[in-house]
């Protein structure tokens, strides 16, 4: 058995010094700050809708009678505000409406890029959303591509809604901490 152990140092002594070389190399993964700003366009009218209501619960009782509803939504974003604008990408995934009381969705979206330099990546947001305020921020809790381990807040801003349709575009500032 000593002799076994003796024979561990040389091992321990290369196994502190790989244990190093990760260290260093782990810190030279540079961190970057990038600021995004686009318009999400929820389109639930027409033949095409871009957000699709898949569920909802049987009588819509209490304050408010939304609650419960799960939708899936690939929506366009958008440079400008208008329904032609270029297209930079398209958010995908569900909101739900999840507070008995007011109009509050949680996303769970990932917002991917299919033009400009971030063409391919895209990054995630889980996070409460209050509708109907005017100014709100949603968490950015990871992120693909260009955005990988990405960290960080958008404000939401609603440019517009059509009372009739629900259909709305809303503005991001997005901003993202990420590894290069
Ligand atoms: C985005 O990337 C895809 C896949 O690499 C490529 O086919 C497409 O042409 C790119 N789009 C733009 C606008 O650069
Ligand atoms: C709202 O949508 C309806 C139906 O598409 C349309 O007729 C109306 O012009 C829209 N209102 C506004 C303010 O855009």
Redo the contacts with the bound molecule.
């Keep these: 058995m000593a002799s076994r152990g003796r024979g561990a140092a040389p091992f321990l002594i290369l196994l502190a010094f790989l244990a190093a070389q990760c260290f260093h190399q782990s810190t030279e993964a540079k961190k970057v700050t990038t600021n995004l700003h686009f318009f999400f366009h929820d389109i639930l009218s027409g033949p095409d809708p871009s957000a699709v209501l898949v569920a909802r619960r049987s009588g819509r009782t209490g304050p408010n009678g939304a609650f419960g509803d799960v939708s899936v939504v690939d929506d366009p974003l958008t440079e400008g505000p208008e329904a032609d604008s270029p297209v930079v990408g398209y958010a995908r995934g569900i909101y739900v409406s999840a507070s008995r009381q007011s109009p509050i969705l949680v996303m769970g979206l990932d917002y991917g890029f ?3 330099p971030f ?2 990546s895209s990054f995630s947001v889980f996070s409460q959303n209050p509708i109907l305020d005017r100014h709100r921020e949603v968490a950015v809790v990871g992120g693909r591509g260009k955005f990988r381990m990405a960290q960080g807040f958008a404000n939401l801003r609603t440019y517009s809604i059509n009372a009739t349709t629900g259909d709305a575009v809303v503005e991001y500032s997005v901003t993202l901490f990420h590894y290069e």
Excluded: C, E, Q, R
């Design positions: 299919t033009a400009g063409n391919g």
